[in-house]
């Protein structure tokens, strides 16, 4: 079945640092691929998806590029600011379940 | 506004009782989804629904239970017999073409054991 692997966090960074999380994943076919975002006490935010290989998702300066090559989408964002501390989680479909990565919390400091 | 509505926030329980968490969605979706999340770790999955009047049991269904009477509700009963109940918990539900659909969700229920 479909699986993602997402790097471990915390991940500590000051403002306006460059931020990558990777995810690689392994599916059955080409299934869309996402990010979610969880601010503290929040629900799951939709970050951005692709729903195909070479698409790249983007939303509020993130972005994640679907490579089929090395079965990756990894989250990258030029500049970070401290309201974008939260938990990053990258998901696949699966049948009848999503699968989620275990999660990367990010910390940004003034 | 389309979306997912989670009723209460906040909820306590004392022991031995059993208590119901509100799920519902106008996004005419079909699947929905209950998780556990314990302070710091990621998302388990409680149970799960791909229809109307029928649900499965998902990776930790023990000490739970749900319906799904309708298609924009899917109610989630935590039991007595659930031994650890203090967590956060998301309701989520999916639409879309498949294996390109998202899944959405709600805002959350804390619940807290005293």
């Known amino acids: 079945g479909n699986s993602v692997t997402q790097m471990e966090g915390p991940v500590t960074l000051s403002e306006e640092a460059f931020l990558t999380i990777n995810c690689t994943y392994t599916a059955t076919g080409y299934p869309s691929l996402f990010w979610y975002v969880q601010y503290p006490g929040e629900g799951l935010q939709l970050l951005l998806k692709?729903?195909?290989?070479?698409d790249k998702g983007s939303n509020k300066g993130f972005e994640a590029t679907y490579r089929k090559e090395t079965t990756s989408f990894h989250l990258e964002k030029g500049s970070v600011q401290v309201s974008d501390s939260a938990v990053y989680f990258c998901a696949a479909p699966g049948t009848y379940k999503y699968i989620f990565g275990t999660g990367t919390r990010l910390k940004v400091l003034a | 506004d389309g979306g997912i509505t989670q009723s209460p926030k906040y909820l306590f329980r004392k022991e031995g009782q059993n208590v119901t968490l509100s799920c519902e969605q106008n996004?005419?979706?079909?699947?929905m989804y209950w998780y556990r999340q314990d302070p710091g770790q990621g998302l388990r999955l409680i149970y799960y629904s791909q229809i109307v009047n029928d649900f499965q049991k998902g990776d930790i269904a023990e000490g739970y239970s749900v319906s799904r009477e309708k298609k924009e509700s899917f109610p989630l009963t935590v039991t007595s017999a659930q031994k650890n109940p203090t967590a956060f918990y998301l309701c989520?539900?999916?639409?879309?073409?498949?294996?390109?659909?998202?899944?959405?969700f709600g805002p959350g229920t804390r619940l807290t054991v005293l």
């Open positions: 692709a729903t195909k290989a070479d």
């Open positions: 989520a539900s999916r639409g879309g073409a498949f294996f390109t659909d998202t899944q959405y």
């Open positions: 996004l005419n979706h079909d699947a």
